[in-house]
């Protein structure tokens, strides 16, 4: 709960800092390719029914650019982009992003999740949601991200050490 | 291809093991380098492809996440890499997301293939994550380090080949050593024996190879040649001795044993050149036989053969060394003297050949007497040609035969007219028969006791028209030489016996006709029927024909000689011996022929009666024709002195100028008639 509190406080700075709308744009179609990149390099324990659900809370302009992906089989699975509002849901996702927008809803997220297998990517820097499993930064104009790892282990996720060799922390 | 066949047998062995085992090595390297190459390459091409699967694999995270810094990190470990020349990656849009080396390549163009198959390699890979590509990746590696190592490599094999080729030549010339030392041998064996022409060599070869057998062959051609040569070896031997013997048939005399014609004008020629080249002088001296013709007649071929070996054999007696003795043709002898000083020392040789020539013969249990004919001529006091030295010394030598036998002459060119004139005589000779130049001339035969005329003495003459009255003592002796003596004999007989026959018819006359035979002319076969004959034919009582022979005729003490007399005596024709005294007569030949008359030489005459030795002789050849029973005639009387004295001492006829000479058969016919001219008184 505290890390999602974190976590929102996080995302909410973000529109606080000073980048223009269509910035703010490619930022989010470029969150969201790192989004569907991020499951390429996870393993799930299974995939049920085959599918490999993407969910967003409010943050429906990521999901926007996540909906390019949809015709694509990460995983061979089918990949199914959809929004949350119930989050009590959320336990059937395979992937889930907490914007900045849904900082307020991310004790109850990562409440949801514990234990369960869903890798949870954020862009909400704040400490409160250090229990995210990737936390995607922007650093001298650069995209990048940082991992804690023992959250990924402690959900039952396996992530790529391609990625973890990427990645500019790893708790 | 020439350079090749010059070289030794060993060479060329070598040079045929060793080119193909280079050559072969040189393919197997060649084969192992390309096969290297190729093997490199696939490799290269094999890893180059897992470094790109697995840079794939590395950046894909890299690409996913744009994070181009972790991309060229992974790039820069590329530097340990020696192949890979160039990496790019690029985006699904084609975009270059990164590059090795880092500076990014300009114009990098994904769709060009690799320029060159054995340069470079170029590998090609899709950066997929999941199914999802991301973008490519192509990896430009070079085959340098590869050629580097081929380098190496050929290089050790070059060094390997090297070594290798040593250590080849060296054991091949161990080996063939063995192989080519047989060879060698054979070789140098060969070289010996042509060079010493030593065809008793043999090889030995302890090989049982094809080179043994070689050898055998060679041995066997070597018996071959050695026999071949013994074989030629004796023919040559056996072709000398028939050429010696050739050469002996050739140059020398089978009956003299001295050399013959042919060796002497070679020899002639030889002692003229060398006599030129140092001022010297030398002689050609031609002896000639005098009447061996009539030895040969006579007493038979066998006897002349050996009487001409007798006469070689004392001649050889008086050779000076260096002087050369030939027999030049029938019963001719030459001498060439060389280094003559003078004519002086010639003509006492000459003498000292007559002298032994002159002595008798021992032939056959006979004696037998010959003279000889010497010529000479010098060179080059004479001439410095062959054929006229040649002629010189005959011309000299006839001349010194017309001189009468037993003399030597030393040519002058006045013999040359003489010669000359005997050639036109000899010419005028031959036809005078035909030409009817020859005649009789009739002397009468006086019986001094009856002072009567009892017969004629037949004497020819011969007169030619351009030539005039040639003299007896000149032609006979040509007549005799050339054989006409014969028909010019028949010719006397029958003119003399029908005249005689004439006389008979036309006078009664019944007296003797005295007719010359010489000895040519009886020894021919037939003669004593011939004579007959031509009396019989004349019909001429064989009684009136008185036969006259020389004493040369009846010294030669033949069987058929006298056989023939005693058939001539048998028939009734009476044989006279004509100028008595003058041969070198023996006496026993009185007693051995039926001879009815002697006629005392002229010579005994002329001188009579004041010459002491003639009377002496006159009358002792008187005294013995009487106690002989022989009619003793006396020829050349031409004195009233003469005939008193052959009258005193019963000399039985005679005849000479003092009663008449010679004359024709008309002038005799007045003797017959008894109307003689007249005749000095002998008072």
Redesign the interface.
Known sequence: MRRFILLSVFLFGLPATASAQDKAFSEYAMKAAFLYNFTLFTEWPELPNNTLRICTLRADQIRGELAAYTDKRPHNATLVIEKITDIRKIRRCQAVFISEDDIQSAPEIFQATRDMPVLVVTEVTDFSIKDAMIVIKIENRRMIFEINLTAAKQAGLHLSSKLLVLAKKIY | MKFYQNLKIGNKLLLINIIPASLAMLILVTSIAAIILLSSRNSLIQEITNQAYMLG??L???I????FQ?AETILAALHWSPHIQQVVVVDTAGKIFAAYPRSPVDGFDQTASVSDYFTEIRVQHVIQ????TLGEIYIDATLDPIYLQLRKFALFALLALIVACALGILMLKRMQLNLIRPIVELTDYMRMISSTNDYSLRFHLGNNDELGELATGFNAMLDKIESHRINLDHELLRRKEAESRLHQFAYFDNVTRLPNRHYFKERLENIVNATLKHNTCCCVMLIDLDDFKHVNDTLGHHVGDELLFAVAQRLNQDLREGDVLCRIGGDEFAMILENTQNTRQVELIAERVINKLSLPFMLSGKEVFIGASIGASFCPDDTTDIPTLLRNADNAMYSAKNRGKNHCLIYKPEMETKSMKRFTLEHALRRALEQKELFLLYQPLIDIHRNQVIGFEALVRWRNPSLGMINTSDFIPIAEEIGLIVPIGEFVLRTACAQMRDWKNRYGFEGIISVNISGRQLTKPGIVENIAAIAQTAGLPYQQLMIELTESILMDHSQETLDKLEKLNQLGFSIAVDDFGTGYSSMSYLKRYPLKSLKIDRSFIADLPEKSNDVAITKAIIAMGRSLGMKITAEGVEAPQQLDFLIKHQCDIVQGFYYGAPMSAEQAERFITGTPPPKPDKN
Do not use: L, P, R, V
């Not at chain 2, 994550?129 to 999802?132: D, E, G, H, L, M």
């Open positions: 694999e590395s894909a995270a890299s996913a996440f744009n994070d972790s994550i999941s199914t999802q």
